[in-house]
């Protein structure tokens, strides 16, 4: 490895193990308040700091392996992105900037690409396909559904603060998941890298289902 090569690794490994540990405090703090928000802060930063080295690793050595890491840097990044933007648009006639129809369009192509890249190593034999193919395909689902929305006109007035749990929730996912995959070597190669995400999605939902009870509870009429 050339010496910028071994730095931007370095950084890439800091600012990786940054975010884990900021979005666990994000997660353990009272939503709103000080702390979260400064975690928050923290897991955003190290997220980009790993997109932007991702991409620079690419960069220096364009092989295979890191085309998927760089496809899965946008990936990634793009629900930190989104989960931070949509705090932007807490109004139901707030809309979608310009910077949000890029980033939605660079999440949908870097699925595409996902999903080529599957292709072709499940007909080279390589299980790892499978771990593209599914990233892929949330990717694709992901830009897809955020396509839709940003056209329509409808929305709610707290379905920002659902989205930004549901965005944060499942950049945390892929922040655990590289964190698996790097040393969870004793588990199989697709396990290892997609536990995280099998496990934190229905966490997700009953999390945000919690939030919604909580809401109409409180806008419900007391009975006398």
């Not at 928000?37 to 092989?63: C, H, K, N, Q």
């Amino acid at each position: 490895m050339s010496l910028i090569e071994d730095a931007t690794l370095g950084i890439h490994i800091v600012a990786g193990f940054t975010a884990l540990f900021a979005g666990l405090g994000a997660i353990a703090t009272k939503k709103g308040g000080r702390r979260h928000r400064r975690a928050g802060r923290i897991y955003v930063l190290g997220m980009a700091v790993v997109a932007v080295t991702s991409l620079v690793l690419f960069v220096i050595e364009p092989d295979l392996g890191r085309t998927f890491l760089a496809l899965l840097a946008v990936f990634s990044y793009y629900f930190v992105f989104s989960g931070d933007r949509v705090l932007s648009r807490k109004r139901p006639a707030d809309t979608p900037q310009r910077l949000d129809w890029i980033a939605v369009g660079l999440l949908t192509l870097s699925g595409v690409g996902l999903l080529g890249l599957g292709w072709y190593f499940l007909t080279n034999g390589s299980e790892f396909g499978t771990i593209m193919l599914v990233f892929g395909a949330l990717a694709v689902g992901a830009g897809v559904q955020d396509i839709r929305k940003f056209r329509s006109e409808e929305s709610t007035p707290r379905e920002w603060f659902y989205e930004h749990i549901s965005r944060m929730g499942t950049a945390y996912i892929a922040t655990v998941t590289a964190f698996s995959a790097v040393n969870f070597d004793f588990f199989p190669v697709v396990a290892a890298w997609l536990w995280p995400t099998f496990l934190g999605t229905p966490l997700i939902y009953f999390t945000i289902r919690k939030y919604k009870r909580q809401t109409r509870s409180r806008a419900s009429p007391t009975a006398d």
